[in-house]
């Protein structure tokens, strides 16, 4: 490694991280300046893992270690960011903050919605306070524009901000925009396999992963989509929010699609929030529509689409509208695939897994493939302007009060498309099908009420 | 409840009575992982298990396949390895096990297949077991002997008796450059080996050239006779 063994880039190096020895590419000495810790702690007679904070018993096993010659309890929950065993030794800076260079002015002409600009004050109100705040958007509502202020406020303050989102797509595509914002200031990307790992900068964009490497480095933290998986299954990664955040740091939550602890809490005035209920282009968000979609699953197996489902596709397929159809899991949408593409040869399904997923996206995007079955890994992040919705199977426990707001969330994205149809197909309506429905319909109360809707 | 060593699902969904009274031990991996790899049957060489559906059948002769053949014709090497066995193909899910295995170090997938080398070992003649050694740098890197840990996992006790010098990595080396490459290993314990039959335990065969290494270390020691066996079998180059 052809970096410079100074104090000062050892510092800027270090300085927020906790890495394991090994990561770090200097010679490392005793230095008062530096402190280790054991890579594993043990508590109550159970293993800690310093790095990523699991306690699960299952999550660690033991190895006969060559380094240090006896069974040795090893992290197998963050094991792909380089193993952290009981012998192993986490290095963490300690000496004074390096300062950064760079001018944290933002430089942006927009215009923010009524909403947007309450929710940024908000914002900057919990950066100059350090206090927590969880911004309710809705889906299209902006969210990304009501944190430029806040983050230039923290910026001109020498304040360390980060962004950390549950999904890699999310971070390139952040990264970039808030750059174009803050040209003065280096903004960092982060994320399994990225270059930027060992530059220093003000403004960082994480995956949530790539928080286990901090320790009491940010004095503003802001977290995207927190209901979002992995993050709201995952303890770990919620401990990696709190240590990567300095004690007297701002924490700022984004999300559409609350929780139903955390919409009780905001009810009973237990946690602070503001909402923005209406999306940007001043229309309403648009309401699903149920329709009972029989037992579908069979009707698949046996080789047939139910009819209703059918005749939806094939009147999008007539009026070239595009749309998304939701399946709950991959095999029951991979039998379905076939029976669509007889519609027309150009429909594809895309999953997770899928090794040609970026690729299925764009194509949507360029509006070569007319309608794109999917699990509900586009469920958010993703948009496209024109498009209509269709869940398949609404029933199935996959499909959370929030996973079908944020699929609802998908249509009408665009101002000059407002109007995206949504249609819940189900085997039997859940609570979750009925508490999406009236959490999209209070939105637009609210929306209407406070008078930014148009209509 | 017993976790899929790779995915953590529940393994034992369908438990047997042997397993229910404990008899046998629930499968370490759960039958979806399991199935993604590929386990080498149908006719492979003789000589190494390489399986012989993948090559041209002009470089195969009376069931050996040419890279064999080129070994022993080198006299050096001929007759150095009496036969290898591996058990599965390196497809994509083997390369990305044994990278979490062995790269990453995760440790206790050596109980993965631990069940089936120890059926497949009880079809091979041995007297010793050996692991092929790591380097001194590469041990204390990893924290564990792959190949070692392979043999412990399935119940087979190994005999320490040579190290590594040459701490290059293999799997950097063109297939000439290992052919080319000095002797890797040298002797620490000569006694226990002559006239004895040895079975050499590695996590994977790509060339053959480090197998061959160590058998022909073993063989000038005295063994009567060193064959092996791989958890996979790569392509070579």
Same mark, same amino acid.
């Given at each position: 490694m052809p970096i410079p063994v100074s104090p000062s880039s050892l510092a800027a190096f270090l300085a927020g991280r906790l890495l394991l020895e090994e990561e770090v590419p200097f010679p490392l000495s005793n230095s008062p300046q530096l402190q280790f810790i054991s890579g594993i702690s043990t508590k109550n007679q159970f293993y800690h893992c310093e790095r990523c904070g699991s306690t699960k018993k299952e999550r660690f096993a033991m190895f006969p270690c060559?380094?240090?010659?006896?069974? #040795?309890?090893?992290?197998?929950? #963050?094991?792909?960011?380089?193993?952290?065993?009981?012998?192993?030794?986490?290095?963490?800076?300690?000496?004074? %903050?390096?300062?950064?260079?760079?001018?944290?002015?933002?430089?942006?002409?927009?215009?923010?919605?009524?909403?947007?600009?309450?929710?940024?004050?908000?914002?900057?109100?919990?950066?100059?306070?350090?206090?927590?705040?969880?911004?309710?958007?809705?889906?299209?509502?902006?969210?990304?524009?009501?944190?430029?202020?806040?983050?230039e406020a923290a910026l001109l303050a020498d304040k360390r901000v980060c962004i950390a989102t549950p999904r890699t797509d999310v971070v390139l595509e952040l990264a970039p925009r808030l750059q174009k914002v803050f040209p003065d200031a280096k903004v960092t990307a982060l994320y399994g396999g990225?270059?930027?790992?060992?530059?220093?900068?003000?403004?960082?964009? $994480?995956?949530?992963?790539?928080?286990?490497?901090?320790?009491?480095?940010?004095?503003?933290? =802001?977290?995207?989509?927190?209901?979002?998986?992995?993050?709201?299954?995952?303890?770990?990664?919620?401990?990696?929010?709190?240590?990567?955040? +300095?004690?007297?740091?701002?924490?700022?939550?984004?999300?559409?699609?609350?929780?139903?602890?955390?919409?009780?809490?905001?009810?009973?005035? +237990?946690?602070?929030?503001?909402? =923005?209920?209406?999306?940007?282009?001043?229309?309403?968000?648009?309401?699903?529509?149920?329709?009972?979609?029989?037992?579908?699953?069979? /009707?698949?197996?046996?080789?047939?689409?139910?009819?209703?489902?059918?005749?939806?596709?094939?009147?999008?397929? %007539?009026?070239?509208?595009?749309?998304?159809?939701?399946?709950?899991?991959?095999d029951s949408m991979e039998r379905a695939l076939p029976l669509f593409q007889q519609l027309d040869p150009s429909i594809e399904a895309v999953h997770a897994e899928d090794p040609s997923r970026k690729e299925k996206v764009t194509f949507m995007r360029e509006k070569k493939i007319p309608l794109l079955l999917s699990t509900t890994v586009l469920e958010r992040g993703v948009t496209?302007?024109? =498009?209509?919705?269709?869940?398949?199977?609404?029933?199935?426990?996959?499909?959370?009060?929030?996973?079908?707001?944020?699929?609802?969330?998908?249509?009408?994205?665009?101002?000059?498309?407002?109007?995206?149809?949504?249609?819940?197909?189900?085997?039997?309506?859940?609570?979750?099908?009925?508490?999406?429905?009236?959490?999209?319909?209070?939105?637009?109360?609210e929306g209407r009420e406070k008078g930014w809707l148009d209509r | 409840m017993n976790g899929c060593l790779l995915c953590e699902e529940e393994t034992n969904r369908s438990l047997n009575?042997?397993?229910?009274?404990?008899?046998?031990?629930?499968?370490?991996?759960?039958? +979806?992982?399991? $199935?993604?790899?590929?386990?080498?049957?149908?006719?492979?060489?003789?000589?190494?298990?390489?399986?012989? /559906?993948?090559?041209?059948?002009?470089?195969?002769?009376?069931g050996i396949c040419s890279d064999c053949l080129r070994w022993e014709e080198d006299l050096t090497f001929q007759g150095v390895?009496?036969?290898?066995? $591996?058990?599965?193909?390196?497809?994509?899910?083997?390369?990305?096990?044994?990278?979490?295995?062995?790269y990453r170090g995760d440790y206790v997938l050596a109980r993965a297949?631990?069940?089936?080398?120890?059926?497949?070992? +009880?079809?091979?003649?041995?007297?010793?077991?050996?692991?092929?050694?790591?380097?001194?740098?590469?041990?204390?890197?990893?924290?564990?002997?792959?190949?070692? /840990?392979?043999?412990k996992e399935a119940g087979l006790e190994t005999a320490d008796v040579f190290e590594r010098i040459h701490s290059e990595k293999q799997s950097k080396k063109s297939r000439t450059e290992r052919l080319q490459g000095p002797q890797v290993f040298r002797l620490k314990e000569k006694t226990v080996i002559s006239n004895k039959k040895i079975l050499i335990i590695d996590d994977i065969y790509t060339t053959g050239s480090t197998l061959r290494q160590a058998a022909l270390l073993l063989k000038q020691a005295g063994a009567v006779e060193v064959r092996s066996l791989t958890l996979a079998r790569g392509q070579g180059t």
């Open positions: 060559a380094r240090c010659g006896k069974a #040795c309890p090893y992290c197998r929950h #963050c094991l792909m960011m380089g193993r952290v065993s009981g012998c192993s030794r986490l290095v963490r800076w300690v000496g004074p %903050e390096p300062l950064f260079e760079g001018d944290g002015t933002l430089h942006w002409s927009g215009q923010l919605s009524e909403g947007q600009a309450a929710a940024s004050d908000a914002v900057i109100r919990a950066v100059r306070d350090n206090s927590d705040v969880l911004i309710w958007a809705v889906c299209g509502a902006g969210k990304t524009e009501v944190l430029f202020q806040g983050i990225s270059l930027d790992r060992h530059s220093y900068s003000p403004l960082v964009v $994480s995956t949530t992963h790539q928080l286990f490497r901090f320790s009491e480095a940010f004095d503003v933290m =802001i977290v995207d989509e927190v209901d979002a998986f992995p993050y709201s299954y995952e303890s770990t990664l919620q401990f990696a929010v709190q240590k990567a955040r +300095k004690p007297l740091s701002a924490l700022i939550y984004l999300t559409a699609t609350p929780n139903d602890t955390w919409q009780k809490e905001c009810r009973l005035g +237990k946690r602070p929030f503001v909402k =923005i209920p209406a999306r940007f282009h001043r229309h309403p968000l648009p309401v699903p529509k149920l329709e009972w979609g029989g037992n579908w699953r069979k /009707a698949i197996e046996k080789g047939r689409l139910p009819r209703n489902i059918k005749e939806w596709a094939v009147k999008r397929l %007539e009026e070239n509208k595009q749309a998304l159809l939701f399946f709950p899991h991959i496209f302007p024109n =498009i209509d919705v269709a869940v398949i199977g609404a029933e199935d426990d996959v499909f959370t009060e929030s996973a079908l707001v944020q699929i609802a969330g998908r249509a009408g994205r665009s101002a000059d498309f407002p109007d995206g149809k949504v249609r819940f197909f189900h085997f039997g309506k859940t609570k979750a099908i009925e508490k999406a429905v009236a959490h999209i319909r209070q939105m637009n109360k | 009575w042997r397993q229910f009274f404990l008899l046998e031990a629930p499968p370490a991996l759960c039958l +979806k992982c399991h $199935s993604t790899f590929e386990r080498i049957t149908g006719e492979h060489c003789r000589t190494c298990s390489k399986p012989l /559906a993948a090559i041209d059948p002009a470089f195969i002769a009376d390895l009496t036969g290898n066995s $591996s058990l599965y193909s390196y497809n994509e899910a083997m390369k990305e096990f044994i990278a979490r295995f062995k297949f631990a069940e089936e080398i120890k059926e497949a070992v +009880k079809k091979i003649p041995f007297d010793l077991v050996v692991a092929v050694p790591l380097s001194e740098e590469r041990l204390y890197e990893r924290g564990f002997n792959q190949a070692e /840990a392979l043999a």
